[in-house]
Structure formats: C-alpha cells, structure tokens
T-cell receptor
Framework: ETGVTQTPRHLVMGMTNKKSLKCEQHLGHNAMYWYKQSAKKPLELMFVYNFKEQTENNSVPSRFSPECPNSSHLFLHLHTLQPEDSALYLC?????????????FGQGTRLTVV | GENVEQHPSTLSVQEGDSAVIKCTYSDSASNYFPWYKQELGKRPQLIIDIRSNVGEKKDQRIAVTLNKTAKHFSLHITETQPEDSAVYFCAASRPLGNQFYFGTGTSLTVIP
C-alpha cells in the first residue's frame, strides 16, 4: 500500500452520464496528478496540481474536469465521454521540492465508456 | 514538451539471463529519470531512479546508466527471475515541477 487511494476501482458509464473519480493521499505530499493509461500507449499526463493550484493541463478535452479542494484530495469529473476514453486512470502524488522526487501511484480506476 | 522513447516494447529472456531496456529523451533540461515496474493489474511502483549528476546507480540486481550527452538512459536487470516479469516504464522529469513524462513501456517476460 503506497498511501494513495483511488475510488472506484472499476466504473462503467454511458456516454451521457456524469461521474467522478476520487483520489486521496495522506502522505503529506503537495503535488497530485492524473494520468491516463491506454493499451500500448505511454502513461499520458493529464493534469498536475501543486498546492491545490493547477499547474499543468496537457491539452485535455473539456469533458474531463479536475478538482483539487485541498492537497490531500483530487477529483476527476467526467461528462459526455466517448468510447475512446475507456482506459485506466491513475492518480499519483509526490512531494514538490526543488529536487524531483518519487511519484506514488494509486491502484487506478478502470473506466469503460459504453 | 519532453518526448521519451522506450525500446524494446516486448522482451523475453531466460531465467538467469540479463535484460536491458533503453530510453531516450529530448529535453536537455530533464534531470531526474525514474524507472517504474507495473505488475499485471497493479499500480506502477518505483524500482530505481537516477539524477543527472551521476552516470550510474546500482541496487542489487538492478542498475541504471545515464548518458546526458546522448540523452539516453538504460535499465539493466541481471540474474533475472520469473518475478521480474512485468511492464517497465522509464520516465523523465524537468526541475521545478514534478511533471513526469513516461515511455511506452516494455513488457518483460522471464521464462523459467
């Protein structure tokens, strides 16, 4: 257990649904990330939050909407998704300092859009 | 932004042999290079990392080398065991912002 927890573990949703993915960490980290992992593709960085402020939006479509209410929690709100959005969504956290440090990953949410 | 390429995409070795995975990166400002191992159905976990001020780092059967001039780094696993079978990802990160850019992954199979 790395201290990063994601819920739900699995999610099936229709294209017209609205759902949210949740991530929380109690490691004292101040940076949190959303990654998308599709088959045969690299881990795609979606969003980065440092001290609750979004510092990176990697050209992600607006149907994905992140929210970071505090340094311990991160959400990904989903609406009107497409089948090609089906993937494993991984949350990670790290301690943002002048020197780069290890990113700890959650177990991921396996999302299927039907 | 950073572009990380990883080769090979699949690798099969006999138990006891060595395995080498190579990555290249494009951004000369990148200074941190972690390697993650992801077992089937599990989360990626850090196995070793290297910073740009060193050329090589070793941890038991695992070693990583870095060539800053050529902008490439490699993972070496010696005396491979079946439990080494997993997908391995390299990554590169710039300073002042933990924005990890990952390679496409290498699926390693160790044949008993």
């Amino acid at each position: 257990e790395t201290g990063v927890t994601q819920t739900p573990r699995h999610l099936v949703m229709g294209m017209t649904n609205k759902k949210s993915l949740k991530c929380e960490q109690h490691l004292g980290h101040n940076a949190m990330y959303w990654y998308k992992q599709s088959a045969k593709k690299p881990l795609e960085l979606m969003f980065v939050y440092n001290f609750k402020e979004q510092t990176e939006n990697n050209s992600v479509p607006s149907r994905f909407s992140p929210e970071c209410p505090n340094s311990s929690h991160l959400f990904l709100h989903l609406h009107t998704l497409q089948p090609e959005d089906s993937a494993l969504y991984l949350c990670a956290s790290s301690l943002e300092t002048q020197g780069n440090t290890e990113a700890f990953f959650g177990q991921g949410t396996r999302l299927t859009v039907v | 932004g950073e572009n990380v390429e990883q080769h090979p995409s699949t690798l099969s070795v006999q138990e006891g042999d060595s395995a080498v995975i190579k990555c290249t990166y494009s951004d000369s400002a990148s200074n941190y290079f972690p390697w993650y191992k992801q077992e089937l159905g599990k989360r990626p976990q850090l196995i070793i990392d290297i910073r740009s001020n060193v050329g090589e780092k070793k941890d038991q059967r695992i070693a990583v080398t870095l060539n800053k001039t050529a902008k490439h780094f490699s993972l070496h696993i010696t005396e491979t065991q079946p439990e080494d079978s997993a997908v391995y990802f390299c990554a590169a990160s710039r300073p002042l912002g933990n924005q990890f850019y990952f390679g496409t992954g290498t699926s390693l199979t160790v044949i008993p």
